[in-house]
């Protein structure tokens, strides 16, 4: 598989010099990825799956839902599922982020929708690979399961939590401090907070 960078650019040349390869990533854009355009900003599988599609005509079916998306868009539960179906990349992200965060859950229909917000956002900002890289370092029992290496469920978040600092400092850590300078008063040892937090 090529770098990301020279998908990237291959995605960015077709969009300048076809109209059919422009819309067609638009239509992609917004039934798969939650209308993200930026290529910089998806996953390399991703941007491959769709070079993929595209090169082999499959993008036919992405612009029929395309048009149905435009008539009536999807709820968020099927926002989850469509993306399941598009991209293994996607399908294989939402079964870390339900192991890891939401207790091993991966029916889109028994989450709140801002849950299933959080994880299109994760997903669409690259975060969701913290989230990945956060459970493995933790030893992949994720915190929504309550088991993982200590005895507490408070030492189990508090493990998971420095796993994920460590294991990603640009997008888990980040997302953490942001969490605790607006609703922790600032303090980021996870030690420092309940289980509830």
Not at 38 to 49: I, T, Y
Not at 92 to 117: E, F, V
Request: hydrophobic letters at 30%; a positive charge; glycine letters at 12%.
């Amino acid at each position: 598989m090529a770098g990301k960078e020279a998908l990237v650019t291959q995605i960015k040349e077709l969009q300048r010099t076809d109209p059919n390869a422009k819309q067609a990533w638009t239509d992609f854009s917004d039934t798969q990825l939650n209308g993200a355009r930026d290529p910089n900003r998806q996953d390399e599988g991703v941007l491959a799956n769709f070079l993929t599609l595209y090169s082999t005509g499959g993008i036919g079916s992405i612009q029929q839902q395309a048009a149905a998306y435009r008539a009536s868009p999807p709820s968020l539960m099927d926002k989850i599922k469509i993306l399941q179906k598009s991209d293994p990349v996607a399908k294989q992200a939402w079964g870390d982020y339900c192991d890891a965060m939401l207790g091993g859950i991966k029916d889109p229909s028994r989450h709140d929708p801002n849950t299933i917000n959080q994880f299109l956002q994760l997903y669409q900002t690259g975060g969701i690979t913290a989230v990945q890289q956060a459970a493995k370092a933790w030893g992949g029992g994720g915190m929504g399961k309550g088991v993982g290496k200590g005895g507490s469920s408070q030492t189990d978040l508090c493990s998971f939590i420095k796993a994920g600092q460590k294991a990603s400092p640009d997008h888990f850590r980040t997302a953490w401090v942001t969490y605790c300078t607006v609703y922790g008063g600032g303090r980021c040892d996870p030690g420092r907070h309940d289980e509830s937090f």
